[in-house]
């Protein structure tokens, strides 16, 4: 709306394209963006590590200082090659941004059939700790230990985003995952800071459920989960499992949140070589995280629209790509939603 | 309750007669346990013919369950015996002379029939549960649900055959907590190559002995990658051993979103602990939820038999709601453990028929 654009300006966005199909995803997102006429100016930068002063791997510079001058950004899928010598790209930027929450709305797309109607669900995961905290010891030959940390610090952060997100989204009820049941001392940590916030934002209900639990109801009634909010492990487990439920990694948007107002709104699924190149890609999954994205910096209208306009495409079934079960080009499909923005 | 008066009644109409069934067999022959038994005394059956097993009701819903097994047996005419023993960590019904009680009863009988024994969050001394204690003095070490597809009870994938193996004994589940900095918790998950190995090794001899054509590993060794990598790496090596048997891995998080997707693709599924509570969940979920599926736990000279998926439902406590299809069909498996197949095959089929049938289905 024009209001929202003479309120909030035109933002700049730093883009990452990506690997394998992600040029000709982004390339889809930031035409469909354009049809919007969404006040985003867009910032390509290239994130490949590169060994820093230091000896240790960082991001390259110039990508570091767009992303901490426009704090937003949008990322397409990311490859790590076996013999790159660096870590995992998605836990550079992790780390680099101090990227704390990932969160995974997940809403059953009409015209894409699953065996799950009716899902629509957040899960907020804690990114910086617990089990993948990547402390290992070798105790004696034929024993490891793996250390899993939960800090005061992280919990409370991560429930914090939790409640003040459903308060934004207009969501009801956040329930913390966990086993405290079993792992007594970490995960009653972690329930303890989250009935901590609970008890400052009175106008959201909290519940508390195990993790096994959590499964045996999600795949029995997933309409009875609304925000959900746990630690690393558990949060990586659900959030796929719930992604499955709407159709998988390929229609489904992730954000994550970090420190300094730092938000990278990113695609989850893999760079698919196979069919790169071939104008077969399925840019659902990256534009409806570029949705999240507008959502998250105010324009709320933009975001409605292109949503509307992606939804009513799946729905129709008439351009739809090859895995969501049609046989129309990723160009075909982006033009397809393109129209439909316009008229709006 | 009603569900379980339909099954008494299945007997009754002389769809399958019962009739008195004295076993001279001794409890050590008799065992259907993959690990060969340690050198011991054989059991003999009693000279009244009745097999002795340990019973522990457990919290929640385990007493009403245990009523209507009792109850089914009875209708059955099964010789068995009940020693119960009422563990509670919740009811404060517990204490180092009743876990020895317990354990000598399962010395003797080397069967139990258990429900779940409630772990309150709130831990006085000891962060492990009781029933991991159980578990670690048993050496329990394997947990095999089977989750299969009810005929006559429709869900979201049907025909459903799986069977889920999880090591019970290590991994997250080690109790080991501490609080390194104020506000800082470490805890502990510990896998080692030696019960790695057991576990895939009890995976493959079951896939081998129940004809199974597939053993798939489930692991998140892309992040953890000392800890699952070992547990991997154990499994690998296993699975050499075994070339009839296809061996496949699979990231913990894919696993789950697979098996929500197509579920199909899965035969044997071997894993460490808290994926195997996880999985266990899951797919319990997938065929009806946590009344409906029955599992059993091995060590080398003991089977406990529970539920598949094990809640204590405490909300449905004395409101005769709860499904004692799951422990039922427990039930049947512990008798076909004692090689009382007849009475085994009658229960489990009077309760699918009842199923089938779909004149009773608890909530």
Redesign the interface.
């Known amino acids: 709306c024009e209001t929202c654009k003479q309120q909030l300006g035109t933002r700049t966005v730093t883009m990452i394209p990506g690997d394998g199909i992600g040029p000709e995803i982004s390339a889809a997102v930031m035409k469909i963006f354009d049809a919007a006429k969404a006040p985003i100016q867009w910032e390509e930068k290239n994130v490949t590590a590169i060994k820093g002063p230091g000896g240790n791997w960082i991001i390259p510079p110039e990508a570091k200082d767009s992303m901490d001058k426009n704090k937003i950004g949008l990322k397409g899928p990311l490859s790590t090659p076996i013999a790159a010598g660096h870590p995992s790209m998605n836990l550079l930027l992790r780390k680099t941004f101090d990227l704390y929450a990932n969160v995974r709305p997940c809403v059953s797309l009409e015209g894409y059939k699953t065996p799950y109607t009716d899902v629509d669900l957040v899960t907020i995961r804690e990114n910086t700790e617990g089990e993948y905290s990547g402390i290992e010891h070798v105790i004696v030959d034929g024993v490891v230990q793996s250390i899993k940390l939960i800090t005061e610090e992280a919990s409370k952060r991560v429930a914090e985003f939790a409640f003040e997100y459903a308060r934004n989204n207009q969501r009801s009820t956040v329930t913390a995952v966990h086993k405290a049941n079993i792992m007594r001392m970490s995960d009653g940590l972690f329930l303890r800071k989250c009935r901590e916030v609970a008890e400052t934002f009175k106008d959201i209900k909290f519940t508390e459920m195990y993790l096994d639990t959590v499964c045996l109801n999600m795949v029995q009634d997933p309409t009875q989960f609304d925000v959900l909010v746990m630690p690393n492990l558990y949060g990586d487990i659900l959030s796929d499992l719930c992604a499955g439920l709407i159709g998988g990694l390929g229609v489904t948007p992730s954000g994550n949140i970090g420190t300094n107002g730092v938000a990278i709104f990113e695609s989850v699924h893999g760079t698919a070589p196979d069919i790169a190149g071939k104008d077969l890609a399925n840019p659902t999954a990256l534009l409806l995280s570029a949705v999240m994205m507008l959502r998250h910096m105010g324009f709320s209208q933009y975001a409605m629209n292109i949503e509307t306009a992606c939804f009513d495409t799946i729905r129709d079934r008439k351009v739809l790509t090859k895995d969501l079960g049609g046989n129309s080009k990723c160009s075909e499909f982006t033009q397809e939603i393109c129209e439909r923005v316009k008229d709006m | 309750m009603a569900a379980a008066r339909c099954v008494l009644a299945a007997f009754t109409k002389g769809c399958c007669t019962p009739r008195s069934y004295v076993t001279a067999r001794t409890l050590v022959t008799s065992s259907s346990v993959l690990y060969p038994v340690k050198n011991s005394p054989p059991q003999c059956a009693k000279p009244d013919g009745v097999f002795h097993v340990t019973m522990i009701p457990g919290d929640g819903v385990g007493p009403e369950l245990m009523r209507a097994v009792k109850e089914v047996f009875k209708a059955a005419d099964v010789p068995v015996e009940f020693d119960e023993f009422h563990l509670s960590e919740v009811q404060n019904l517990i204490s180092e002379e009743k876990l020895e009680e317990v354990l000598s009863s399962m010395k003797s009988t080397r069967v139990a029939i258990k429900g779940k024994i409630h ?3 709130a ?1 006085k001394g000891d ?1 492990a ?1 009781y029933e ?1 204690t159980l578990r670690r003095k048993l050496d329990l070490f394997a947990n095999v649900v089977h989750i299969s597809s009810l005929p006559g009870y429709k ?3 049907n025909n459903l055959d799986l069977v889920i193996i999880r090591e019970q004994t290590e991994g ?2 080690s ?1 080991l ?3 390194s900095v104020s ?12 019960k790695s190995r057991r576990i895939a090794k009890f995976a493959f001899d079951f896939a081998t002995k129940k004809g199974r054509s597939k053993v798939t590993a489930v692991h ?1 060794a892309n ?8 547990f991997l790496q154990s499994c690998k090596e296993v699975a050499e051993l075994y070339p009839m048997i296809k061996f496949e891995t699979m990231i ?3 696993c ?6 197509n579920p199909y693709q899965f035969d044997v599924l071997v894993m460490p602990n ?1 994926y195997g ?2 999985i ?3 797919a ?3 065929v ?3 009344g409906v599926v029955p599992g059993e736990s091995y060590s080398s000279d003991y089977a406990v038999f529970e539920t598949g ?1 094990r ?1 204590p439902f405490a909300q449905a406590m004395g409101r005769n709601i709860a499904n004692p299809t799951a422990m039922l069909l427990t039930s049947a498996n512990m008798l076909r453990h004692l090689n009382l197949e007849y009475h085994s095959n009658m229960i489990s089929e009077a309760v699918k028929r009842v199923i089938k049938l779909g004149k009773v289905s608890p909530p």
């Open positions: 772990t309150p969050m831990f962060l549960s991991m869900t979201r994938h997250e589940y109790s907590e501490h609080e506000g800082v918790i470490e805890c502990m998950k510990i896998i080692t190559r030696e998140k992040i953890m990658k000392l800890g699952d990598g070992l913990i998080d894919n789950c979103m697979q098996l929500v997707q808290l509570n996880i266990d969940n899951l319990a979920g997938l009806g939820g946590a998926a809640h």
